[in-house]
């Protein structure tokens, strides 16, 4: 079966500071993976989306960035972290596009910067 | 750019009570999902529409789609306190193609 790990569960974070949020998908190959970020009582906004290793599209302009080093790990990255980019942060993939079948998502990251 | 709005924010029942909450789109789509999210949680798929079905069901779930209206509807059928999520919908959107969420609708289920 299939399984989707995220970590850290919860980061705490100054301005300025670097990020790395870590996303594993185990049971299946070649996933499409997508990140979403969550501000409180919003939905989800997506970040980034991979359909293959080294292969990100961005869909919106930000202070992240995202990487695709092996076939079932996404990276989302930041050399600085702004105040605004405190939010839930949420890994998932789909068997091909997502707009034809589901996702399944992570558990999460709660970031705060502070 | 925001596809699909759920309708209301907020619904308070009473155990044993139907829910309902809306979902309206803008564009045509393929298909509309619905999505449950408990609190601090990740996002679980629950049901799948077509475009070119009407109604769908899976257990205490009743999911409609009115294409002419853009419109769905998700019907939850003898709620319980174990109900209580943000339910959203989901459909396609965006410059690729991918899914787009609606804000939810906050689901509370009293005992």
């Known amino acids: 079966s299939q399984t989707i790990h995220q970590w850290p569960a919860t980061l705490v974070q100054p301005v300025g500071s670097p990020l790395s949020l870590e996303c594993t998908v185990e049971?299946?190959?070649?996933?499409?993976l997508y990140w979403y970020r969550q501000a409180a009582g919003r939905g989800l906004q997506l970040l980034f989306y991979?359909?293959?290793?080294?292969?990100i599209s961005s869909e919106v302009p930000q202070n992240l960035s995202a990487s695709r080093p092996q076939d079932r790990q996404f990276i989302l990255s930041s050399k600085k972290l702004l105040l605004s980019d405190s939010g839930f942060y949420l890994c998932?993939?789909?068997?091909?596009?997502?707009?034809?079948?589901?996702?399944?998502f992570g558990p999460g990251t709660r970031l705060t910067v502070l | 750019s925001q596809q699909g709005e759920e309708d209301p924010q907020a619904l308070s029942i009473q155990e044993g009570e139907n829910a309902t909450m809306n979902c309206s789109y803008k564009?045509?789509?393929?298909?509309l999902q619905w999505y449950r999210q408990n609190s601090g949680r990740g996002l679980v798929h629950l049901i799948l529409?077509?475009?070119?079905?009407r109604e769908k069901h899976s257990g205490r779930l009743r999911v409609t789609l009115d294409t002419s209206k853009k419109s769905s509807s998700l019907l939850i059928t003898a709620s319980r306190a174990a109900d209580t999520a943000s339910y959203f919908c989901?459909?396609?959107?965006?410059?690729?193609?991918?899914?787009?969420f609606g804000k939810g609708t906050k689901l509370s289920v009293k005992p």
């Open positions: 998932a993939w789909s068997v091909g596009l997502a707009a034809i079948n589901e996702q399944f």
């Open positions: 049971g299946t190959s070649n996933p499409n």
């Open positions: 991979s359909v293959g290793i080294g292969q």
């Open positions: 564009t045509s789509i393929n298909n």
């Open positions: 529409i077509r475009s070119n079905e």
């Open positions: 989901a459909t396609v959107g965006g410059s690729q193609g991918n899914l787009i």
